[in-house]
């Protein structure tokens, strides 16, 4: 069985503030051309999308260069449920996590998908970079969330943005999943992400489509 976990790309829907508005118009219509096209517009962010180093990091990796081996594996989900708003996920969640391999992928569950487009979506729970660092010990290289971002999407009391997850996994040439869903629907071993970007060039992320295959299931 296939459980989507991207959400769909529709105009004004939710995005990092200040990235592009996502726009969806006809530029060629059945009625008019004999054909129908659109035209889209959008940032390289938008929606359940992948993070290349070269997002955060100076001279880091663009898109093109992630093997799409690394994007193919076992997945992980830790279920990080019932942390309040602007709250701190920390290693602590690894107690009653199951086994996790070197390659797998991991993705947190908060439970805030739910509230994709509702203004609350941006005040979501963010990772500790102690829980990021512990994954990466392990051998995890694709780290997943089901928000908008695993660091704060609020700027700090001084103005500036802080991504220090970003910095340490982007950092070190790992790569990060935003904005999945439905992780609910996963159990918490065994099944396989994948994690299909655009064939962008030379850029610094892009939407992907995202699913889970769950074994002996249909």
Known sequence: MLIDLSHRIIGGMTVFPGDPVVTV????TVAA?????????LGSHTGTHIDAPAHSIVDGATLEAIPLEQLIAPLVVLDARGHAARASIGPEVLAAAPAIAAGDIVAIMTGWDARFDDASYLEHPVIDVALADALWAGGV????VDSLNPDPSWPGDDGAWHLPVHELWLGRG????ENLRSLDRVPASGAEAIILPLKLDGLDGAPVRAVARVAGER
């Open 25 to 28: 118009s006809d530029a060629a």
């Open 33 to 41: 051309d004999g054909f129908r096209v659109s035209a889209l517009h």
């Open 141 to 144: 290289r694709v780290l997943g």
């Open 174 to 177: 790992g790569v990060i999943v």
